[in-house]
């Protein structure tokens, strides 16, 4: 991930190497080229980034940590998604016989 992050942020300042720690504003990047890599990135990575992430992780190291925790909000969600559909299809005594068996199960847990 870090290295396709460096690679946007390459071709977009027109340098042949970036480092993972490199800060975006002092290799001479500006608001508007930010802009250009935040949405580079946002395709790339199939998450929604908004500038103000840049501001806050302005290195690649920094953006990879904040796209894979965009990602990982991206999958609780979806799986959130489906357990509700999947609830709202069964009958109200398949709901409460799950409900019943998951209590137990953190009981025995415990």
């Not at 001479?28 to 992780?57: P, T």
């Not at 799950?98 to 847990?109: A, G, R, T, V, W």
């Amino acid at each position: 991930m870090e290295q396709q992050i460096a690679a946007i942020w390459q071709k977009m300042l027109g340098f042949q190497q970036i480092g993972i720690q490199d800060n975006f504003f002092e290799v001479g990047g500006d608001s508007l080229v930010g802009m250009r890599i935040m949405n580079q990135l946002s395709k790339a990575f199939e998450v929604d980034l908004s500038m103000h992430l840049l501001f806050m992780m302005p290195t690649v190291e920094g953006m990879a940590e904040v796209i894979k925790q965009k990602q990982m909000e991206l999958r609780d969600d979806e799986q959130l998604a489906e357990v509700l559909k999947n609830v709202r299809q069964m009958s109200e005594e398949e709901a409460l016989l799950l409900l019943e068996q998951d209590f137990s199960k953190q009981e025995i847990e415990r």
